[in-house]
DNA sequence: GTAATCCCTGAAGTGTACTCCATGTCAACA
DNA sequence: TGTTGACATGGAGTACACTTCAGGGATTAC
């Protein structure tokens, strides 16, 4: 598959695929001879974790530092498991934040629309 | 109450807080003749109101045309409800994003605990 | 064989949200 | 009255995550 099926595939550009490469969240893509890449099924695995952990904000070094873990062999398990649950209480700490603000959010605008009704 | 005061009140930076203030996220503070901020009641309900909602990730830019409607008086509640809405909206996504990603992020921790106990 | 197209790299540029710094004012205390 | 310390401003600097650009190679279409 080339970048810019990827690309497509996965709705991000070109540009950014190569980024996630050279930062280190992605392994380095298989390529041909030429040094065009040419990604394979497991390529295409960690563009897919990247993508999912990105979006949920997940820093990109500490996404870097697990990748380097993994292709460091399975003695790193431990210190792999400890990153991936550092990274989940964050994601828990965030998502609570999302639901604080959400709920002054909906406090606000229901507000608002009776303010609103009884303006009528 | 002083600048100091608040920063600590809230832990966020003074840099910060007038930042804030100059990016319009929170409206003018009180001051006193020479110039000096003078936080009121009304304004460390902006203060928290911008603190909460940056702490959820809403952008500087949204919040700030949301204070300038406020202060626009009471002719533009229907569009304050819009960019309500609109950032709920957001939140909501942002939210679902992290409960995928907490998906796989179990998923993987649960995985390599397992192998760790059955290599022990 | 040459023009067009896709891909490559390294480096510079951009947007967002702070954070730090230089310089200056003002009130209070020694 | 001189020095100290908290606060003010405008502007430069920083961190992070891309995004754009300049300059080149390789493949395909004619």
Same mark, same amino acid.
């Given at each position: ?5 990827v690309? !497509?595939?996965y =709705? ?7 980024? /996630? %490469?050279?930062?280190?969240?992605i392994p380095?893509v298989?390529? #041909?001879?030429? =040094? *065009?890449?040419?990604y394979q099924e497991e390529d295409l695995q960690w563009v897919q974790l990247a993508i999912w952990?990105?979006?949920? =904000?997940? +820093? ?5 530092? /697990?990748?380097?873990?993994n292709?460091? =062999? !399975? %003695?790193?398990? +431990? @210190? ?6 550092? @990274?989940?209480? !964050?994601? %828990?700490? @965030?998502? @609570?934040? *999302?639901? %604080? ?16 009704? #009884? #303006?009528?």
């Open positions: 598959m080339t970048i810019t099926e690309s !497509e595939k =709705g991000i550009s070109v540009d950014t695929l190569r980024y /996630y %490469e050279k930062a280190g969240i380095r298989t390529r #041909n001879k030429s =040094g *065009i890449r040419n952990m990105r979006r949920a =904000g997940l +820093p990109i070094d500490a996404l870097a530092k /697990y990748v380097k873990l292709l460091a =062999g !399975e %003695e790193t398990l +431990p @210190q792999r498991i400890e990153l991936l649950k550092t @990274q989940r209480l !964050e994601l %828990e700490r @965030q998502r @609570q934040e *999302i639901d %604080e603000a959400m709920t002054i959010l909906n406090r606000k605008i229901k507000k608002y629309e009776e303010v609103l009704k #009884n #303006n009528t």
